[in-house]
C-alpha cells in the first residue's frame, strides 16, 4: 500500500532555542511519560513512581520523552536534570513527522484513546480520556489536552492560551490554516473530541506537522494505572 | 479472475483495487508497485494512485481475501477515488512501551461520486471486521471513520 516507510511522533528533549526531536513512537519501548516529581530521567518502568491525586484539579508539570524503558529526559529539558515545569512558551513541543513516500488522501487527525483497541470512551466516566463533569466541565472533556499548528512545517510562535483543565468542543476543531495554533487546547477524548488539520499535506512530501499538549488531573479522576495512547489517524492511497 | 492471482489476493490477506477503461484496459493495484515482482503478493510496497491514469475510467473494484469483490461504475469524468483508512499509535504511561502500539490499516475505501454536491457511493473492505461494505457518504466531509474532506487533488477528482 502506498503508505509511509517513516511516520512518527517526536519529542523535543533538547531547548525551546536548540530543539532534539526524539522519536516516543510507535516504535516498542518508546513513550511519553508523565509525574509531578521533576527527576524522573532515566527511570525504569517498573520504578516509576505513582502520583498522589490533589485536592484540586492541576496540570501534570512534567512531561518525559522515553526511548527505551530506563532511557528518557523530560521534554525541553536540555537532557539535563530536572525537567523543567510546563510553560506555554516552550511550544517546540512535539510533533509528527513523516517521509515522502507516501501521499495523504486528506488532513490527519490527532486524537487519543484509552487502547490500541480505540474503543468508545463515555464522557464523564472519570477515566483520564473520559474526564469528570464536575473536573472537567459540565460537557466533560479530557484531562488530557492538544493543540496543533495550522500548517506544516516548525511552528514559530506559542500558542495564545495556556491550557485549561475545562478546554474542549465536542467533535472536530481545526486551527486556522496558517501560522497558527488553536486558540484554545483541545480535550483528546477519541472519536469524541479531537484535532484535524486545516491541510492535506502535499503529496510525496516529507514534513512535520507540530503539536503541544498537556494533562491534567483532578480529586475525581478515577485513580488506576492509566496506559492511553496518542492516535494520528490518516488516510493514504 | 485467473484462479492464480485469486490465490495470492487471498494469501496476502489484504484487499487490492482494480480500475476498468472505457477501451478495455483493466489496470489491478499490483501492477503499479514499485516492488519487481508484480503480483498481488503480501503487503506490496509503494502503488500511487495519484500516477494512475483517471481519464477514460469507467469502473472501479475492490478485490477482498475472503473472495468477494465490489465494484462501482460511471461514465467517464474522473469520478472514482480510492483511499486506506488507518493510523498509527503512541504509547502514554509507564509501562516499558505499549507493546501492541503500531501503524494500522481500518479500512480500504473505493469510491464514485454521484453528483456535483459530491455525494458518493462506496465500499470498503474493513480489516478488523474482515468484511466488504457499502456505504453513501460525501466527498466534501467524508463521516466514515471521521475522515472529513477528502483531498479533491490528490485524488483527480472533477466534480
Not at chain 1, 496506559?227 to 492511497?237: A, D, E, H, I, Q
Not at chain 2, 481500518?106 to 480489516?127: F, K
Request: charged content about 15%; proline content about 6%.
Amino acid at each position: 500500500m502506498a503508505d509511509f516507510t517513516v511516520l512518527k511522533m517526536e519529542a523535543n528533549h533538547g531547548t525551546q532555542a536548540v530543539p532534539v526531536y526524539v522519536e516516543v513512537g510507535p516504535t516498542a519501548g518508546k513513550e511519553v511519560r508523565w509525574s509531578d516529581s521533576a527527576l524522573q530521567n532515566g527511570i525504569a518502568s517498573a520504578a516509576w513512581p505513582a502520583m498522589i491525586r490533589p485536592a484540586a484539579t492541576a496540570i501534570v508539570s512534567y512531561t518525559y520523552a522515553y526511548t527505551a524503558d530506563a532511557v528518557g529526559w523530560g521534554f525541553i529539558s536540555g537532557q539535563a536534570s530536572p525537567c523543567p515545569a510546563y510553560v506555554i512558551t516552550n511550544f517546540l513541543w512535539a510533533r509528527w513527522n513523516w517521509d515522502a513516500l507516501g501521499t495523504f488522501a486528506s488532513a490527519p487527525i490527532f486524537t487519543a484513546f484509552p487502547t490500541t483497541a480505540h474503543g468508545a470512551i463515555t464522557r464523564g466516566d472519570g477515566s483520564l480520556l473520559g474526564g469528570h463533569a464536575t473536573d472537567t466541565g459540565a460537557t466533560a472533556r479530557s484531562y488530557l489536552k492538544g493543540n496543533a499548528f495550522g500548517q506544516v512545517g516548525a511552528a514559530t510562535l506559542a500558542p495564545t492560551n495556556a491550557p485549561v483543565v475545562t478546554d474542549g468542543t465536542t467533535g472536530s476543531v481545526s486551527p486556522t490554516a496558517g501560522a497558527n495554533w488553536l486558540l484554545n487546547f483541545q480535550g483528546l477524548q477519541g472519536d469524541n473530541d479531537w484535532i484535524t488539520a486545516p491541510f492535506t499535506p502535499a503529496a510525496t512530501t516529507a514534513g512535520v506537522w507540530h503539536t503541544h499538549y498537556a494533562l491534567f488531573v483532578g480529586p475525581n479522576m478515577t485513580p488506576a494505572t492509566w496506559t492511553p495512547v496518542f492516535s494520528l489517524k490518516y488516510t493514504w492511497t | 479472475m485467473n484462479p492464480l492471482i485469486a490465490a495470492m489476493i487471498k494469501r496476502s490477506g489484504r484487499s487490492w483495487w482494480q480500475c476498468r477503461y472505457s477501451d478495455g484496459k483493466v489496470l489491478s493495484e499490483w501492477e503499479t508497485l514499485t516492488d519487481k515482482v508484480k503480483l498481488p503478493l503480501g503487503s506490496g510496497k509503494t502503488s500511487r494512485w495519484e500516477e494512475v491514469p483517471k481519464k477514460g475510467m469507467v469502473g472501479l473494484r475492490l478485490l477482498c481475501p475472503n473472495g468477494m469483490a465490489g465494484e462501482l461504475e460511471a461514465p467517464e469524468g474522473f469520478r472514482f477515488f480510492q483511499l486506506k483508512a488507518g493510523g498509527m499509535d503512541v504509547g502514554i504511561g509507564f509501562t516499558g512501551g505499549v507493546s501492541s502500539v503500531r501503524r494500522f490499516c481500518d479500512a480500504h475505501i473505493i469510491g464514485v461520486v454521484e453528483d456535483a454536491d459530491g455525494n458518493c457511493l462506496c465500499r470498503a473492505w474493513e480489516t478488523q471486521e474482515q468484511q466488504l461494505i457499502e456505504f453513501r457518504d460525501n466527498i466534501y466531509n467524508m463521516k466514515y471513520r471521521n475522515i472529513g474532506p477528502l483531498s479533491l487533488e490528490v485524488q483527480q477528482l472533477k466534480v
